[in-house]
């Protein structure tokens, strides 16, 4: 029982990372969405559904967890509001400059990553159209 509830804890938490994700620059979304469905699948059926049932955080555990990739529109807006928030952070609202050479750092690897991950292959069989 205790396990049962110490895995449901930490998938709250971890969940509660990806959230804050969305909107902080550096923290990852889907990393912290996947383990929250890992700590919810051996504790609550129930929350494990409704995470994946979830509009913002389904659709994202589904195309990671499909291994199909991500698409260019997917890639384009991930990279463009991860270069768009960090901007802003570090154009407003920090000042010390290790920081910000941090999260640039932080930005050319997540820009890197996503370049590199696996691109959605779509099927556009012309001969079966004509």
């Known amino acids: 029982m205790i396990k049962k509830y110490t895995y449901m804890t930490l998938g709250f938490m971890s969940l509660t990372m990806g959230i804050i994700g969305i909107i902080v620059p550096g923290l990852p979304t889907t990393s ?11 504790s609550s059926k129930k929350f494990h559904d409704k995470l994946l049932a979830n509009k913002v955080m ?26 768009l928030s960090i901007s802003i952070s570090v154009y407003f609202f920090i000042s ?5 050479l941090l999260l640039f750092a932080i930005l050319l690897f997540k820009t890197w990553f996503i370049v590199r991950y696996k691109s959605k292959k779509i099927n556009l069989d012309m001969e079966a159209n004509s």
């Open 32 to 42: 912290f969405a996947l383990l929250a469905l890992f700590f919810f699948s051996r």
């Open 58 to 83: 389904g659709p994202l555990i589904d195309k990671f967890r499909s291994g199909n990739g991500l698409t260019k529109k997917d890639k384009v807006n991930i990279l463009l509001l991860t270069w």
């Open 96 to 100: 010390n400059i290790h920081l910000q």
